[in-house]
């Protein structure tokens, strides 16, 4: 069974405040994602990677940025928080494809005051 | 113009009804269909993928794909309670998945 763990599922932060989202999934994926998901929005993809320490730009990755170290761990980062990046984050693995099914952990609530 | 549309529902339909769900979509380059299923306070999970156009069913679930009206639908048959959820139609020409908005199903028992 694949697993896709997040570190939290709820986090409460400051504007300004550096802030860091961890995902690690367990089924040697080649892929890992970063999606936020707002109401009316659907989820946006903000960055992907398909190696060890390569990233793609999503569609918005303004304010982001990611490090995949090793393979199975990707992190996201907020440099600077802002009241705006509030959101539910959903980290997600798929094996080799972007279009191979993508397994999803159970999110991130973030929220920035 | 998005280019995935879904309506966001929300919709209520009796327990053994057939719900339709459907998603339009602009770029005719997209060859992957999806259907992701999301319970509350979960990640989405997908339940179904079709390649380019056609049907396909798995159990009570029927997935079709109209990609000359560029139309995709969820048909539930026989729906049960534990199918209240939200269903996201995702798309992808080969690379990034583009995801429709969510529609949101409950069913009534």
């Known amino acids: 069974d694949v697993k896709v763990t997040q570190s939290s599922r709820y986090l409460v932060k400051r504007t300004g405040e550096k802030v860091f989202l961890e995902c690690v999934q367990d089924?040697?994926?080649?892929?890992m994602f970063w999606y936020r998901q707002d109401p009316g929005l659907g989820l946006r993809l903000i960055y992907f990677s398909y190696d060890v320490k390569m990233k793609e730009k999503g569609d918005i990755p303004e304010g982001y940025s990611v490090s995949r170290e090793k393979k199975e761990r990707f992190s996201l980062i907020l440099e600077s928080a802002s009241t705006n990046q509030t959101s539910m984050y959903l980290c997600?693995?798929?094996?080799?494809?972007?279009?191979?099914?993508?397994?999803f952990g159970p999110g991130t609530r973030l929220t920035v005051l | 113009q998005k280019e995935v549309e879904q309506d966001p529902g929300p919709l209520s339909v009796p327990e053994g009804a057939i719900v339709s769900l459907n998603c339009t979509y602009s770029?005719?380059?997209?060859?992957?269909f999806m259907w992701y299923r999301q319970y509350s306070r979960k990640g989405p999970e997908l339940l179904m993928y079709?390649?380019?156009?056609g049907n396909k069913e798995d159990g009570r679930f029927t997935a079709q794909v109209d990609k000359s009206s560029k139309y995709i639908s969820l048909f539930i048959r026989d729906s049960q309670p534990s199918d209240s959820a939200t269903y996201l139609c995702?798309?992808?020409?080969?690379?990034?998945?583009?995801f429709g908005t969510g529609t949101r199903l409950t069913i009534i028992p």
């Open positions: 995702a798309m992808s020409p080969g690379e990034k998945l583009t």
């Open positions: 997600a693995s798929s094996k080799t494809q972007s279009t191979d099914t993508q397994y």
């Open positions: 089924m040697d994926h080649e892929n």
């Open positions: 770029n005719s380059a997209f060859q992957y």
């Open positions: 079709t390649y380019s156009s």
